[in-house]
């Protein structure tokens, strides 16, 4: 019985040995398989377009607007904290195309974008407001506020600045008081 077992296990083990051997020979095939083509690749400086990527072409200036601000940084200064800044830029479109805003974020909740919302033919002077609400917000400060528009480059960004000082606390007492 310990015979047949013997036999039993060393023809398994023989499989085993056989199979791996031939899998690992199969791998190192297809690594030089791979390694050739990149090589191949190389040689030729080819350029692959990945799957995902997205094909770009020049925009025909015709379909554009082109922003001129006057000013795209404003410094509000020192302020004390809660107090609301707003500031209007002002632009004119130095495009060849009507300028259509299609978007504005800004960079944070304590400032709130407006702007003109019709096309602005060329020549002509749009607008864009920005509100920075400083409650809770203290030290420097630099909210933005982000354009994307039919212009090249399609995002435009504006910036407010300054410095927020806390407000000053009460004299009053803060918390229970020990009697």
Do not use: H
């Amino acid at each position: 019985m310990k015979t047949k077992f013997m036999s039993l296990a060393a023809l398994v083990l023989a499989l085993a040995l056989g199979t791996s051997c031939s899998q690992k020979s199969e791998q190192d095939e297809k690594i030089k398989a791979l390694e050739d083509k990149i090589a191949q690749l190389e040689t030729k400086g080819s350029s692959i377009t990945p799957v995902n990527a997205q094909s770009t072409q020049t925009a025909d200036p015709s379909s554009l607007g082109a922003f001129q601000f006057q000013e795209m940084e404003y410094d509000f200064g020192t302020i004390r904290e809660g107090e609301v800044i707003e500031r209007v830029f002002n632009f004119t479109n130095n495009g060849e195309a009507p300028l259509v805003i299609s978007n504005i974020t800004a960079s944070c909740g304590c400032t709130s974008p407006d702007w003109t919302k019709a096309p602005v033919n060329p020549g002509e002077e749009g607008f864009v407001k920005v509100v920075f609400n400083s409650t809770a917000k203290t030290g420097a400060q630099s909210p933005t506020v982000t354009i994307q528009a039919n212009t090249n480059p399609t995002v435009t960004r504006l910036r407010m600045r300054g410095t927020v000082t806390p407000k000053v606390a009460s004299s009053g007492a803060v918390g229970p008081v020990k009697r």
